[in-house]
């Protein structure tokens, strides 16, 4: 072998050169630019989509816990939706919600029971309707569009991360 050519062979066994590792880092980041924007967009939806069952169990529970406390109606807080698994249901605590959703935060959202409508019939306080509000903690971030109910059962939505729903869920 020649002088020139053993150069050549013992340069192409110390491994990459800068050039290739800049090619390849150039090709990460390419690949990394498209992925993250997907990624992020891939966890609102799903954020979104555990915002809207959230709201259907909210509804469900608050369906029980009228049929439970028919001298309370609906309940109006969700932490009289909540409690203790562990522990006797009362009015306060019905334990039909998990802790997370009862404590008003879930998977990037912030749930809250407003507007009840209180009547009194003989000397109790009743509430005859409720609605239910879900918005993102960060729009555009944990999620896009805000979710509502009420007592007539049916989710809508504001596409602007509010509480103005005006759009049915499909």
Do not use: H, W
Not at 92 to 119: H, R, W
Not at 131 to 144: H, L, R, S
């Amino acid at each position: 072998m020649t002088l020139p050519n053993r150069r050549r062979a013992s340069r192409q066994d110390e491994g990459f050169t800068l050039i290739e590792l800049l090619i390849v880092m150039s090709i990460i980041i390419i690949i990394a630019t498209f992925a993250i924007p997907n990624i992020t967009r891939i966890k609102r939806q799903g954020n979104e989509t555990s915002a809207i069952q959230s709201i259907r169990a909210i509804v469900a529970a608050q369906l029980q816990y009228q049929q439970t406390y028919p001298a309370n109606g609906y309940a109006c807080s969700l932490a009289a939706l909540g409690g203790d698994k562990g522990a006797a249901p009362t009015p306060a605590a019905a334990g039909l919600l998990p802790s997370d959703l009862a404590g008003g935060q879930k998977a990037g959202y912030t749930f809250a029971l407003v507007n009840c409508n209180k009547v009194t019939i003989n000397n109790q306080d009743q509430y005859t309707s409720y609605e239910i509000t879900a918005v993102p903690q960060k729009v555009g971030n944990t999620g896009d569009r805000g979710f509502c109910s009420d007592d007539s059962q049916q989710v809508k939505y504001d596409p602007k991360g509010g509480t103005a729903c005006t759009q049915p869920i499909q």
